[in-house]
T-cell receptor
């Protein structure tokens, strides 16, 4: 019974490059949430997606960031033209229904921008 | 918006009890959680409590909720070295919400 999978676990990008972070939710889960953890901070909500739909992207920066959750395959968080301030741990969580009070987190992707 | 505060560090001796505290601001918060993060790992959901409860016990873990003071605590009995980690308090603010609001985390160090 696999949990939430994220890859890569570590990603190093130079300033100006693109970063693609992938998240496969738990089996049977169709709701995905992305959170960002800056150094020595708590996690901050970024975006909530269901299959083929972005439900709430109120926590996501307006520029350079985008997310998708296609009908087939993992959810993708894409950061274009990365800057040093994007260095953080990006966590994905999933749940099995809307308004579920249980969100299960993946191991995270640690992005370092050099 | 919701604000969640935790002390940053706690140090206890192995075998003692640990108490990690958390305060929040939104009185309409429905579910309150404790997550554990070990170094380099993701977040493990330890336990949660619904806002109409005062206490929840699960083996070595006891969660206490004081709604009047908006105070949540996690007690770990017989603390072990394997309990060393960062513990995050998180709150689901209000019915119909899905955005968890997290504190900055309390780093628990267990001294052998």
């Amino acid at each position: 019974n696999a949990g939430v999978m994220q890859n890569p676990r570590h990603l190093v990008r130079r300033r100006g490059q693109e970063a693609r972070l992938r998240c496969s939710p738990m089996k049977g889960h169709s709701h995905v949430y992305w959170y960002r953890q800056l150094p020595e901070e708590g996690l901050k909500f970024m975006v909530y997606l269901q299959k083929e739909n972005i439900i709430d992207e109120s926590g996501m920066p307006k520029e350079r960031f985008s997310a998708e959750f296609p009908k087939e395959g993992p959810s993708i968080l894409r950061i274009q033209q990365v800057v040093r301030g994007d260095s953080a741990a990006y966590f994905c969580a999933s749940s099995d229904r809307v308004l579920s009070y249980e969100q299960y987190f993946g191991p995270g992707t640690r992005l370092t921008v050099t | 918006g919701e604000d969640v505060e935790q002390s940053l560090f706690l140090s206890v001796r192995e075998g003692d009890s640990s108490v990690i505290n958390c305060t929040y601001t939104d009185s309409s918060s429905t579910y309150l959680y404790w997550y554990k993060q070990e170094p380099g790992a993701g977040l493990q959901l330890l336990t949660y409590i619904f806002s109409n409860m005062d206490m929840k016990q699960d083996q070595r873990l006891t969660v206490l909720l004081n709604k009047k003071d908006k105070h949540l605590s996690l007690r770990i009995a017989d603390t072990q070295t394997g309990d060393s980690a960062i513990y995050f308090c998180a709150v689901l603010p209000g019915a119909g919400s899905y955005q968890l609001t997290f504190g900055k985390g309390t780093k628990l160090s267990v001294i052998p």
